[in-house]
């Protein structure tokens, strides 16, 4: 038996899930948030039940030691030694990475150099790795990448067109974000669909804060909405997905803003709370729009509208679509989106059932049993895919 933790650690917090492995048993799990404050917030769950703490955590460091002293002070291990492997989610692979590597110092010399094309984020990951590597040494951990599952898109589907050079010289492509999501997703439909993923076409919506679609054919990514970078695709909570790239320098012109500064407004201001003006979360928009509130009406339909071109789109990029699936806190949650979305694509044979759609948070199928493509809801769980590469790659 082993104990695995999946960590994921942002620039101002630290997620984990201690795991039994094989059994893929949740032995316990919490956050870290607010480091770098003296009020950090140290949560987590013991038997069900949360314990919080607020304490003064400067940094990543310090986040780990916390959270390994209160996994022995809480009898959740006894030492160390107990803890076999971890998992580190690392957003930005770049081309380098088609699947979870283990951690070494040269790949992490690799994950510092790919820092240039994800600077909001991969940064706060390498803080995590060296953090536990400092207190762990000896334990082996994984790097699970977001874009890896997105390696396998064709260059028609990945390549911007722009002038060829820019690609070869900066990288600059489409790179697609979510992917250990989305391929937890597409793995879990083929099995409750009883058919071997090689055989299937799958839509994946993951619609969370954060929101991108994926085709998958083949078990394989090859297609997806995000892009260089995870402002591109649909609307978002606060992202605004794609956009007329001339508005930047016209909104840089007409307001006086920076280019840094319209980026700010692109991916902290736009998207859902933008465009409703109030609220990035879709539950309020959701009571605003039904207490009669027409710009989260709008929001709603600006969200829902984008994610249901894509499905057409990606329909059409594969010849047809044998299942959609939507997953995270929207997805998972919301009828109000998803019978948005799915509205009016019985002409591509998607029969879905209003009275199923009612469901929220499990695994369920909301088409009629004669629909010729399913829909299905699943819970995503990115923690678990995390555990599974640790176990197959360094263990
Ligand atoms: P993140 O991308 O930060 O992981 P989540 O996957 O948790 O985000 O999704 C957060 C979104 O899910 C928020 O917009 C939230 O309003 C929405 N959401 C969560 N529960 C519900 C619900 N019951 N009904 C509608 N929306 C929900």
Redesign the pocket.
Same mark, same amino acid.
């Given at each position: 038996m082993s104990k695995v933790i999946a960590i994921n650690a942002g620039s101002s917090s630290l997620k984990f899930q201690l795991f039994e492995m094989p059994s893929e048993n949740v032995i316990t799990k919490g956050l870290v948030e607010r480091i770098g404050l003296n009020d950090a917030v140290f949560t987590i769950s013991v038997n069900g039940e949360k314990v919080t703490e607020i304490t003064d955590i400067p940094e990543h460091g310090v986040a780990v030691k916390i959270l390994l002293k209160k996994l022995i002070d809480l009898d959740i291990i006894q030492s160390f030694d107990e803890i076999t492997g971890i998992g580190h989610r690392v957003v930005h692979g770049g081309e380098k990475f088609n699947d979870s590597v283990l951690i070494t110092d040269e790949i992490l010399g690799e994950l510092e150099e790919l820092s240039e094309l994800a600077p909001l984020h991969n940064p706060a990951n390498i803080v995590g790795i060296k953090a536990f590597k400092e207190i762990l040494p000896s334990v082996p951990a994984v790097a699970v990448f977001d874009t890896a599952f997105h390696q396998s898109m064709p260059e028609k589907s990945f390549l911007y067109s722009l002038p060829y050079e820019y690609y070869e010289d900066y990288g600059i492509r489409k790179y697609g974000f979510h992917g250990t999501s989305h391929k937890y997703v597409s793995e879990r439909a083929a099995e409750l669909l009883g058919r071997p993923v090689e055989q299937l076409r799958l839509i994946s919506c993951?619609? &969370? !804060? &954060? +929101?991108s679609i994926a085709a998958i054919e083949g078990g394989k990514s090859i297609d997806t909405s995000m892009g260089f970078t995870p402002l591109a695709g649909v609307a978002m &909570?606060t992202r605004s997905g794609n956009i007329d790239p001339a508005l930047i320098p016209f909104i840089m012109e007409k307001t006086g803003k920076s280019a840094d500064e319209v980026l700010e407004v692109l991916n902290k201001r736009s998207g /859902?709370l933008g465009v409703s003006g109030f609220s #990035? =979360?879709?539950? =309020? /928009? %959701?009571s605003a729009a039904k207490e009669g509130n027409e710009r989260a009406e709008l929001a709603l339909e600006v969200f829902a509208s984008r994610i249901h071109k894509y499905i057409g789109s990606y329909a059409a990029r594969m010849y047809g679509v044998d299942a959609i699936i939507f997953t +995270? $806190? /929207? &997805? %998972? !949650? #919301?009828?109000? /989106?998803r019978a948005r979305v799915l509205q009016g694509l019985e002409f591509m044979g998607v029969y879905w059932d209003p009275a199923l759609n009612k469901v929220? $948070?499990k695994e369920a199928f909301i088409n009629y049993p004669h629909s010729p493509v399913k829909v299905i809801i699943i819970p995503?769980n990115e923690e678990v895919m995390i555990a599974r590469d640790v176990m197959k790659i360094a263990l």
């Open positions: 993951h619609l &969370g !804060n &954060g +929101a &909570g /859902i #990035s =979360d879709l539950r =309020d /928009i %959701e +995270a $806190g /929207i &997805g %998972e !949650n #919301s009828d109000v /989106i929220r $948070g995503t």
